[in-house]
């Protein structure tokens, strides 16, 4: 039973990436990468994989019939070739097709008089003879024909509805309107559909299918619109990717159809409730296929891209993050797990407020009490007021300083400023606060602007000590990591050791050195030796 006659209750989803997505400058793929990516579409679901277009190069013929030898199979997806409306590209696709156990060839002729006047160079009539005897020729070798009048959106209705007639008489089994140049509104489509669908007699006997491009931004809302005027089949890509500003994205238009099912379900005539999915896409495997073909292609996916950008399914405000932690469905109209991510992602950032703070810190193991939040939260701001993400190990770090370091007695570090450079002799000027309350400032050189601190900081506590190790740990990768410093200082024979982190390494060194000293001046306190702090 062919394709057409088993669905006109659902949409079926004619996958495009290994041609007209493989269009997308620069994302060209060899045999082996086609064939990873058919292999994943094939177990997303879609009902056909456009695997290329055979004419085009050697390589792209042998990956249409590696992926029809592999992918082809009885229970698997129809496998598609492109080929222009002549003898020679038909041929090759036969040929390259032959493996598949449903192959389809779609050709494909301009309509629109800019294409013939300026491309084809031929008449009206030269071209419905072509479309004619084309399909023709592609039926005497598969009977799942697929006929695209290329420019269809731009073409006069009249001469379009007639060359369709002609396709569909010549035993076309799909007819695929294409807005080839993304010229289309979605009202507009829709007039288009309701034309041909109103004035091409012999329509009800094949798949109608839409094929949008992006160049305005709404391949996506026109395919839509196209569904919505009685269209079956959707010509669509993984991420988007295609010709120019690409095609409509596969993971839009099939979620699209998911979480707004009852919006779609009166065009398929169904009980506005109902609850069956309108394509056979398994939509767990959205976002691996995504992945893959972003990694094979090259072509990256933008951070806010619907469904599959990073931050989809990511939270960076306070407000939206309350509400997500109350109940998901306040900010979050489909669930991560749907497209295949494990889950959603609270992001905490500048804009984050308390309530997000309090429950990645609970998740992490590490619970407060409230005044210890609180400090931690302040200090989590300041942080993300300078960097971009506040990664797990940034908060454990942060909530380590300040819970740690900072609830004992000692000496509370008041400005740090630091000059270096390389024609300049590096300088720290410090201001503590004694335990006893007293402000100090003082200055001093030093080899290196860490030395400069260590020995203001040593100037201003009047407590002798060794350095015996320094070292600098990034806790996060990127640049504007947080470092992590960690001092041993030796006082006679005892070792004390502090730990800071900062966005600025120099200043983390010098938390870690009053840290330490700290350590060391309560060792004193406890031995009642008093520790010499100057006037
Ligand atoms: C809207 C779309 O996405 S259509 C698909 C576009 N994709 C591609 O073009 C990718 C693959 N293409 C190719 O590898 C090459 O262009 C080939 C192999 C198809 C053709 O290469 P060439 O023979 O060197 O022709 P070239 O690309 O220079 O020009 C295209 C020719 O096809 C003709 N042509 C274009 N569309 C069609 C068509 N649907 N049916 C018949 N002929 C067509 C053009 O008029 C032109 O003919 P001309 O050389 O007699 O003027
Ligand atoms: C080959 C056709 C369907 C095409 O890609 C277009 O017109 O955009
Ligand atoms: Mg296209």
């Not at 035993?171 to 669908?197: F, H, M, W």
Request: glycine share 6%; hydrophobic share 40%.
């Amino acid at each position: 039973m062919s394709i057409a006659s088993q669905a006109t209750d659902r949409v079926i989803i004619f996958d495009t990436t290994l041609r007209d997505g493989e269009q997308s400058p620069g994302a060209t793929l060899n045999v082996e990468e086609k064939l990873a990516i058919a292999h994943q579409l094939a177990l997303l679901g879609v009902d056909v994989i456009e695997a290329g277009f055979a004419v085009a190069s050697p390589g792209d013929f042998i990956a249409v019939k590696t992926i029809a030898e592999q992918v082809g199979k009885v229970d698997g997806p129809i496998i598609c070739s492109l080929a222009r409306a002549t003898r020679k590209d038909i041929q090759a696709a036969a040929e390259a097709l032959k493996p598949a156990a449903h192959p389809r060839i779609h050709t494909m002729i301009s309509t629109s008089d800019i294409h013939l006047q300026y491309q084809l160079k031929k008449s009206r009539s030269e071209v419905l003879a072509i479309a004619q005897e084309m399909v023709a020729f592609a039926k005497s070798f598969v009977d799942d024909v697929e006929f695209s009048p290329m420019d269809a959106s731009r073409t006069e209705p009249e001469f379009l509805y007639q060359v369709l007639e002609v396709a569909i008489a010549a035993g076309a089994t799909t007819i695929n309107i294409p807005d080839t140049v993304g010229y289309c509104t979605p009202k507009e489509i829709g007039i288009l559909i309701q034309g041909i669908r109103k004035n091409v007699p012999n329509i009800d006997s094949v798949i109608l299918s839409i094929h949008t491009q992006n160049d305005l931004g709404l391949a996506t809302a026109n395919a839509l619109a196209a569904i919505e005027h009685g269209v079956r089949q959707v010509e669509c890509t993984i991420n988007g990717i295609g010709e120019r500003a690409g095609n409509a994205a596969l993971e839009e238009i099939v979620m699209a159809l998911q979480v707004r099912k009852h919006y779609f379900n009166p065009y398929f005539s169904r009980p506005v409730d109902a609850d069956a999915p309108l394509t056979n896409v398994k939509t767990q495997e959205i976002y691996k296929t995504s992945s893959l073909v972003s990694q094979l292609t090259g072509m990256l996916i933008q951070p806010n891209k619907a469904i599959v950008g990073a931050n989809a399914f990511a939270h960076e405000s306070g407000i939206h993050q309350d509400g997500i932690i109350k109940h998901r469905q306040t900010y979050e109209i489909m669930e991560a797990a749907s497209i295949g991510l494990p889950e959603n992602r609270i992001v905490l950032g500048k804009h984050s407020g308390r309530n997000a703070f309090r429950t990645r810190l609970k998740e992490l193991g590490l619970e407060l009490n409230e005044a210890d939040l609180n400090k931690a939260f302040n200090r989590f701001k300041e942080v993300a007021d300078k960097k971009k993400e506040i990664s797990d190990w940034d908060l454990e770090a942060i909530v380590r300083d300040e819970t740690q370091n900072q609830a004992e007695s000692g000496f509370q570090l008041e400005h740090v400023q630091v000059i270096c450079g390389d024609c300049t002799c590096p300088t720290a000027t410090i201001t503590v606060v004694t335990p006893e309350g007293k402000i100090l400032t003082d200055a001093s050189v030093g080899t290196g602007p860490v030395d400069a601190v260590y020995q203001v900081i040593n100037r201003l506590v009047q407590i002798p000590n060794q350095l015996i190790e320094f070292s600098v740990q990034s806790v996060t990768g990127g640049i504007d990591a947080l470092g992590t410093v960690t001092i041993r200082l030796r006082y006679q024979d005892r070792i004390f050791s502090g730990q800071a982190s900062d966005t600025d390494i120099v200043v983390a060194a010098a938390y870690a050195h009053l840290n330490a000293v700290n350590r060391l001046y309560r060792y004193l306190q406890t031995q009642k030796i008093p520790a010499q702090v100057s006037e």
